[in-house]
Each structure stands twice: as structure tokens, then as C-alpha cells.
């Protein structure tokens, strides 16, 4: 939250007003979640398995060069399940996944990576959710034009009654809102993919909505009623 406060005449008149803007914006980026699931008799099995699948989807995560700006594993687990119906604690097979987080700033490679991860054995693709950098110019020209608009709107009620803004009290940042949700249909695209791949998903980046609020205060010139 940004606050601005003053009063050198708190016996002169005063206006509060809102200001809010709403830009609709392209994404900066999609974020995917790729989880990779392994299955054993024992443990060793399923977790040499599940490495090897590991390393198939980090290789092919990899391969696409800046196009993925960052790449992270979340959890791991490898879990026994133990029989049913078994009195005791026998175990009938071993569990086991990986759950990895990639950000792509390229969306001519989302399509094809996504299908191509989709089409890997026991790997489910979770997105992608659309989204703006933190520091994203977007937010700084929803947050202007807000204090654009309380500004206006102040300046109006101060000339309907014959008066003029003469200082600026408080100025307070509320709440900002970016929702964010996958827009997908289908449609073949090319990547520099192998010929055995399935047609790529053609994922349309959903416009992001932009949401500035503030809350300001001025003093004003005595009104002529």
C-alpha cells in the first residue's frame, strides 16, 4: 500500500473520491505443472522408473531453450501400498511421483510442448494459467491511471461548486486484481518436432484484466453556493 498525507488547512473544505482503472493485457506468461507418476512391485523398481521418466520430461522441458525462462520440481514421493484385504503390512507395489513447475515466456512453443509432455507415459500436464510478471509495466499504468481518474473525478465535484482543488491530503493503494485462466483449442502448429508427435494443442493466451483502486483526499477552495 502507497500513502500520501498531509493538511496544511484543516479548516478548508475537503473531497474524498476513488479512482479505479482496468486494462485488459496480453500475458507475459504461462505457467504449466507437469507431474510424473512411477509404478513398482518393489521399491527399487519404482524408483529407477520414476527417475528415468524424470529425466525424459527435464530433456524435453530443456530442449526448448529460452523459450522456458524457468524450470523447478516441487514435491517427490515414492509411498508403498500395502495389499488389501492383508491383515498385515505386506506390500503390494510402490508410488511414486514428481511434481515440476515450468514458465514459458515463447507461446508459439506452448502448444507443442505441452502435447508433446501430455503424450509421455504416466505424466499428467496440469495448465497452462496465464499471468503477468510481478513488475509488469501493466500494473504501473493501471495504478497511473487510477490516480488519473481520482484526480478528474475530484477536480469535477470541486467545479460544480464553483471551487478549485487546492491540496492533496491522502492518497491510499488498494486492492489490485489480475485474474488469470487457460483458454485452449486445437489446431496444428510446428516446433522443430520429431514426425511421430501428435498435432500440437494451439493454447490462445487469455488477455489478462488489470484492476488499480485508490482511495484519495484533497482540500478545496470555499465553494460558491
Known amino acids: 500500500m502507497a500513502t500520501a498525507s498531509q493538511d496544511p488547512h484543516p479548516d478548508a473544505p475537503h473531497i474524498a473520491v476513488r479512482g479505479e482503472a482496468h486494462l485488459d ?5 504461462a505457467r504449466i505443472g507437469v507431474t510424473v507418476t512411477s ?8 524408483l529407477d522408473d520414476l527417475t528415468r521418466r524424470n ?5 524435453l522441458l530443456k530442449s526448448y531453450g529460452d523459450a522456458v525462462e524457468r524450470l523447478e520440481t516441487g514435491t517427490f514421493s515414492l509411498s508403498p501400498q500395502l495389499k488389501d484385504k ?3 503390512e505386506r506390500v503390494h507395489a510402490y508410488h511414486g511421483h514428481v511434481h515440476l513447475t ?14 508433446r ?3 509421455l507415459d504416466l505424466t499428467h500436464v496440469d495448465g497452462p494459467r496465464w499471468t ?3 513488475d509488469s509495466p501493466a500494473h504501473r499504468r493501471a495504478r497511473q491511471q487510477a490516480v488519473h481518474e481520482a484526480v478528474q473525478r475530484a477536480r469535477e465535484y470541486a467545479e460544480a461548486l464553483g471551487a478549485d482543488l487546492a491540496a ?4 491510499a493503494d488498494l486492492d489490485t486484481d489480475t485474474p488469470t485462466a487457460p483458454v485452449a483449442r486445437t489446431r496444428s502448429l510446428t516446433y522443430g518436432a520429431p514426425d511421430d508427435t501428435p498435432a500440437p494443442l494451439d493454447l490462445e493466451p487469455q488477455r489478462q484484466h488489470v484492476v488499480a483502486r485508490v482511495n484519495a483526499r484533497f482540500t478545496m477552495t470555499p465553494p460558491r453556493l
Not at 515450468?102 to 502435447?115: I, K, R, S
Open 168 to 171: 492533496l491530503l491522502e492518497l
Open 25 to 29: 493485457v496480453d500475458p507475459e506468461i
Open 55 to 59: 529425466t525424459a520430461v527435464l530433456d
Open 102 to 115: 515450468a514458465d514459458l515466456t515463447d507461446f508459439t512453443a506452448l502448444g507443442e510442448l505441452t502435447t
Open 39 to 46: 509404478r513398482g512391485k518393489d521399491r527399487r523398481t519404482a
Open 117 to 119: 509432455l501430455a503424450d
Open 86 to 88: 492383508d491383515r498385515g
Open 132 to 134: 503477468l510478471r510481478p
